[in-house]
C-alpha cells in the first residue's frame, strides 16, 4: 500500500510559478510511474503530467507543455511538478497517483491517489 502526500500548493498571481511535490511511503517507490493530474469544481479530473518510474520518459497534457516540468527523485520518493508561467485555467486541486504498470494519462490506470493540494492562481 502507497500512501502519497502532496504540498507546495498556494495562490499566485497570473505568470507565477510554484513547485508542488508528492511525498510516497510504504511501498517501492522506484517501481512505479507517477503522475500529475488535476481537478476543477464542476469538471471531471484531467491528466497533467506523468513519469516512468525511471525518470527518462515523461508525458504532458497539451494545456501545459513547455510550462509545466514533472521530475522524480527516488532517493527521496519523491516526484515534483514545476509549473511556470502560471494561468487562471491552472487553478484546480491537484493531485499525484502511482501506478506499477507503467505511464499512462488515464486516472483509472492508477492505483494509488493523494489527497490533493489546491493551487489557484489570479489574474
Known amino acids: 500500500q502507497v500512501q502519497l502526500v502532496e504540498s507546495g500548493g498556494g495562490s499566485v498571481q497570473a505568470g507565477g510559478s510554484l513547485r508542488l511535490s508528492c511525498a510516497a511511503s510504504g511501498g517501492t517507490f522506484s517501481s512505479y510511474a507517477m503522475g500529475w493530474f488535476r481537478q476543477a469544481p464542476g469538471k471531471e479530473r484531467e491528466f497533467v503530467a506523468a513519469?516512468?518510474?525511471?525518470?527518462?520518459?515523461?508525458y504532458y497534457a497539451d494545456s501545459v507543455k513547455g510550462r509545466f516540468t514533472i521530475s522524480r527523485d527516488n532517493a527521496k520518493n519523491t516526484v515534483y511538478l514545476q509549473m511556470n508561467g502560471l494561468k487562471s485555467e491552472d487553478t484546480a486541486v491537484y493531485l499525484c497517483?502511482?501506478?506499477?504498470?507503467?505511464?499512462?494519462?488515464?486516472?483509472?490506470?492508477?492505483?494509488?491517489w493523494g489527497q490533493g493540494t489546491q493551487v489557484t492562481v489570479s489574474s
Open positions: 497517483a502511482a501506478e506499477d504498470y507503467g505511464i499512462s494519462p488515464r486516472p483509472d490506470e492508477y492505483e494509488y
Open positions: 513519469i516512468s518510474w525511471s525518470g527518462g520518459t515523461a
